[in-house]
């Protein structure tokens, strides 16, 4: 397996492949996705800021269009969902060009093919409980996009006061987007229920873990956690830049 980190602009995104040579296709379809972002935007600029669902043009880039349908679904805005679509679409490829595996994490926000077992812990900054959970991914429950929010952690916009908001899903666009509008919604212990039970209803939406303080809620398929060990996981987390488009 290869671990790489590629940088363009202000994305940081890390790569974890079995075939070196297919890195550069992955820093090639990061550029090729944020540029079709780029000048979308400069066609129109509301897309950028707008905090709640957003009419699109037609002639929209088809990213632009899933973060766009992502933003639909829990009345967030488009670009609450562009870090998990990016890593979707450059996950996609590698497998298109012969990879087995591919791992693409993008500020937090996780799309995983892998046909080796594979282990991903949890961090959400100054709460120690998240770092003592990790879980294993196979090729049994991939594809699957592991995206997460932080009230308190990260470049996103949150008007909530959650630690950490997980969301599972085959499909990005929602996991991201639904990650930031659950971290939303919980500002206190007692959200985290609601906001589970809320959450799971969603169309595409097949498991959640919500952390606020001392306590943990989870709802829906999960893939099985267990404690993590792993004394540098902090090292390996991506420390990302803000998006400035």
Same mark, same amino acid.
């Given at each position: 397996?290869?671990?790489?980190?590629?940088?363009?602009?202000?994305?940081?995104? #890390?790569?974890?492949?079995?075939?070196?040579?297919?890195?550069? *296709?992955?820093?090639?379809?990061?550029? #090729?996705?944020? +540029?079709? !972002?780029?000048?979308?935007?400069?066609?129109?600029? &509301?897309?950028?800021?707008?905090?709640?669902?957003?009419?699109? #043009?037609? /002639?929209?880039?088809?990213?632009?269009?899933?973060?766009?349908?992502?933003?639909?679904?829990?009345?967030?805005?488009?670009?609450?969902?562009?870090?998990? *679509?990016?890593?979707?679409?450059?996950?996609? $490829?590698?497998?298109?060009?012969?990879?087995? +595996?591919?791992?693409?994490?993008?500020?937090?926000?996780?799309?995983?093919? +892998?046909?080796?077992?594979?282990?991903?812990?949890?961090?959400?900054?100054?709460?120690?409980?998240?770092? #003592?959970?990790?879980?294993?991914?196979?090729?049994?429950? +991939?594809? !699957?996009?592991? @995206? /997460?929010?932080?009230?308190?952690?990260?470049?996103?916009?949150? &008007?909530?006061? @959650?630690?950490?908001?997980?969301?599972?899903? $085959?499909?990005?666009?929602?996991?991201?987007?639904?990650?930031?509008?659950?971290?939303?919604?919980?500002?206190?212990?007692?959200?985290?229920?609601?906001?589970?039970?809320?959450? !799971?209803?969603?169309?595409?939406?097949?498991?959640?873990?919500?952390?606020?303080?001392?306590?943990?809620?989870?709802?829906?398929?999960?893939?099985?956690?267990?404690?993590?060990?792993?004394?540098?996981?902090?090292?390996?987390? *991506?420390?990302?830049?803000?998006?400035?488009?």
């Amino acid at each position: 397996m290869y671990l790489e980190e590629i940088l363009y602009k202000n994305s940081r995104i #890390k790569i974890l492949t079995d075939r070196k040579p297919l890195i550069r *296709t992955a820093y090639d379809e990061l550029v #090729k996705q944020r +540029t079709l !972002i780029e000048n979308y935007i400069k066609k129109d600029i &509301f897309f950028l800021s707008a905090l709640k669902p957003y009419k699109i #043009k037609k /002639s929209a880039p088809k990213i632009v269009k899933l973060m766009a349908q992502g933003s639909k679904i829990v009345n967030v805005g488009p670009m609450a969902a562009v870090a998990g *679509t990016i890593s979707e679409f450059i996950a996609k $490829k590698l497998i298109q060009k012969g990879a087995k +595996t591919a791992i693409v994490e993008n500020g937090g926000d996780i799309f995983a093919i +892998t046909n080796k077992e594979i282990i991903i812990g949890l961090f959400s900054g100054k709460n120690k409980i998240a770092e #003592k959970l990790a879980f294993k991914l196979n090729k049994n429950n +991939t594809p !699957i996009a592991i @995206c /997460s929010s932080s009230s308190l952690l990260g470049h996103s916009i949150s &008007f909530g006061k @959650c630690d950490l908001a997980t969301i599972f899903s $085959k499909r990005s666009y929602v996991a991201d987007a639904v990650a930031t509008a659950v971290a939303n919604k919980v500002r206190k212990i007692k959200d985290i229920q609601p906001a589970l039970n809320w959450a !799971i209803k969603l169309k595409d939406v097949e498991g959640i873990i919500i952390i606020k303080d001392h306590k943990i809620g989870m709802i829906g398929n999960i893939p099985k956690l267990f404690l993590s060990k792993d004394e540098k996981l902090r090292n390996k987390v *991506t420390k990302d830049f803000i998006y400035n488009f």
